[in-house]
């Protein structure tokens, strides 16, 4: 047997013991979601969806939190977003080449590795006790905002670093500026890399407690927010 036919044996080898593993764990993922549709469907109605905490469970329900992560994934989307956008923009299309910009990209990367423990104590120092936030919507939707930015600012670097640069120079050519280009071209271009990102970042916000935990947030919670 030649080496060209052992490594096409191989390859088909390697393909279908992969092709196995995915197979595997979509029907393990399929088995878990299909065992918590079975169990958890009886109990879903609209009365634990709109009712109150209770200390009885047959009149318990999730409105409070429901409404309480609506609110805040909303405001943390709102604030967090755009800048991250914004920062990541500026600094691939516009930033130069400098130690300063070479540190500065370390320490965002950095950043995206913090506990998010960290954050809350930032966030409890300068939303709630600087800004005199308190224990609001609000204040928890910056330090949610924190967190995330990081992550939003790589994922845009990466994406609009994915674009060739044969679409800016086609544009230039054209005679448009560099944000028109920006704007038509590159962000188009890349705004799958960066929808990922985003998703990615809110449902790392969605799932954290530490921070919220640590600015003070009632275990038990007795109302719905009205306003941030």
């Known amino acids: 047997m030649s080496n060209m036919t052992r490594n096409r044996l191989l390859d088909r080898a390697f393909r279908l013991v992969g092709l196995l593993a995915t197979l595997l764990g979509l029907l393990l993922l399929a088995l878990f979601l299909l065992d918590i549709l079975r169990t958890g469907l009886g109990r879903l109605n609209w009365q634990f969806l709109s009712a109150l905490p ?20 909303v405001l943390t989307a709102f604030i967090a977003v755009p800048v991250g956008l914004a920062a990541g923009v500026y600094l691939e299309e516009y930033g130069r080449k400098s130690r300063w910009s070479a540190l500065l990209e370390i320490n965002i990367t950095n950043l995206a ?3 998010s423990v960290i954050y809350g104590l930032l966030g409890l120092h300068i939303f709630v006790r600087l800004l005199r936030m308190g224990s609001s919507v609000l204040a928890a939707s910056c330090t949610l905002a924190l967190l995330i930015l990081p ?9 609009i670093r994915a674009v060739p640069k044969t679409l800016r120079e086609a544009s ?15 962000l188009p271009a890349s705004m799958g890399g ?29 109302f719905a927010p009205k306003s941030p």
């Open 54 to 73: 209770s200390r009885f469970p047959a009149r318990a329900g999730i409105y409070t939190a429901l409404l309480g992560t609506v609110w805040i994934m």
């Open 113 to 115: 590795g913090v506990p």
């Open 194 to 222: 960066i929808l990922t990102g985003i998703i990615l970042a809110l449902s790392r916000a969605v799932g954290e407690t530490a921070p919220l935990l640590v600015l003070g947030v009632l275990a038990y919670v007795p």
């Open 172 to 186: 230039y050519a054209l005679g448009a500026t560099r944000w028109q280009t920006i704007w038509y071209q590159v």
């Open 151 to 159: 992550i939003l600012i790589v994922a845009t670097r990466e994406a």
